[in-house]
Every structure is written in structure tokens, then in C-alpha cells.
């Protein structure tokens, strides 16, 4: 009776291996099997306990219970060339049962595990997060910020994301929101691309970001990892946010790399 909500978003870092790589230093290292069973392990069973605790309080139904997922459930498959129009987008009511990849399914495994709690439970689907302290942009800060960044492969892949302060803002909202339950994307309303993102990294940095890093190089030095994080594509709506009436401070990725780097 203590307690009304549970927020829980640990677990392993994805942009991380337990492999040496040339990019080591950084964090960015390919996935090896035994990675992949521990970001499945670290997510999958803490959620599961943690449901499975509520189900066993007198008032597990009174409380509340937010947990992290990931926009990767829908798959890396988006591009400028596969999203036309705004209905291109996936939203919180599209089909997830068989899209690609092993982030999709570790995503699936992950909203999975907390069925069983007995209150109101809401899976954030978050977008990358952005900020220069840490994250996918803490690894490619150093990069840019030398003048080394430029758009990976082709640099037409969607890129999804969300300022770490939209991210912060969102989950209170949603703490505050009794009627939204379910999946929620909490990822920006305003589409980008990886090029877009480099373009927008280096003007905020005042730095250029034309150097490329081919398809090749990435998938030969990391994999599967490399295919689907760096090369794929990730789209997302965050139809409900909106619909709740959440209002994003940082609704583009230019906006959202301003606040990243210097707030």
C-alpha cells in the first residue's frame, strides 16, 4: 500500500558486445550469441519477477506498472523509399506478431513477460535516446564532434528518436494518464533519416559530417548488430502520446540533437 507504480527500464545495453572490436573503446561491438541470450535474460526475467510480485499483493491491482520495450518490434525494414505517406508509419495498432529481427523478437519476448501483472500496465517503446552522455549519441559524440561523422551506408534509412528530456516528460505523463495502457511509442512525431541525423549532428556541432561509412565495413565488422542498428531502419508514431494529449518540447531531430548537446 505503499507504492501505487512501478517504472522499470533496466537492462543490457544493445550497442554493446562481450566481443573486442575495433570500435571497443566506444562500446560498439558486434552482438555474439552469448550477448543476445543476456539482453534477452536481463529484460525477459526481471520483468517476469516483477509481475509476478504484483500478482501476489493484495493490491498488485492498484498499481500501476511501466516497462521499457523498444520501436526495434517493428522491425528495420524502413526507408525513404518504403514511407510515402504518414499511414506508412506503424503505430501502436500494427501487427508486430511477425516482423523481422532479432530486436523485434526480443521486443516480443519483453512486452510478453509482463502480461501477467494485474493492474494497469504500459510497454514504452522507446526510440534511441538522445543525449551526448550517453547512448547511441554518447557513442558518436567523439566521432562527430572530431569532424569523423557522416551517414552510415546508404543514409536513407529511417532513423527513430527521442530527446532524453521528451523521454523523461513522456513517462510522467503517462505515470499521470490512467486511461492509456498498452504498447506506447515514445519516439518524436517528426520522421527523420540517418543522413538527416548526421546532417543536424554536425550543424549542431559545427562540424562537417560528410565522411560515409560504407555498407560493407559495417557489415563486416559488426554483423547482425550492424545490420539491423546501423544499416536498417526504424519507424514509429506516437499516435498515443498525442491522442493523450502529450505535447513533445523537441519535435524534430534537429530540436532534439539542440537539446541533447547543449542543455
Known sequence: SSFNAIVHLAGENVGTGLLPGPLGALGIQAWSDKKKELLLQ??????????????SLPNGKNVDF??????????YDFDESSISTADDIPDESTDTSTT????????????GASTSAPGRTVNLRLAPVLSK?????????PIFFLGGGGPVGSGTQSFSYISARDAA??????LQTPSVKGPVNVVAPTPATNGQFASELGRVLFRPSILPFPDFAVKLLFGQMGEEMLLGGVSATPKKLLQSGFQFQHETIGDALESAVNE
Not at 66 to 75: C, D, E, P, T
Not at 100 to 111: D, K, N, P, T, V
Not at 169 to 174: G, S
Open 42 to 55: 536481463s529484460r525477459v526475467e526481471p520483468t517476469k519477477a516483477l509481475a509476478e510480485a504484483l500478482s
Open 169 to 174: 516528460r513522456a513517462i510522467v505523463h503517462l
Open 100 to 111: 523481422r529481427g532479432f530486436l523485434a523478437e526480443l521486443s516480443r519476448q519483453w512486452e
Open 133 to 141: 552522455k550517453g547512448g547511441a549519441l554518447g557513442k558518436l559524440y
Open 66 to 75: 511501466l516497462v521499457a520495450s523498444g520501436v526495434g518490434i517493428y522491425g
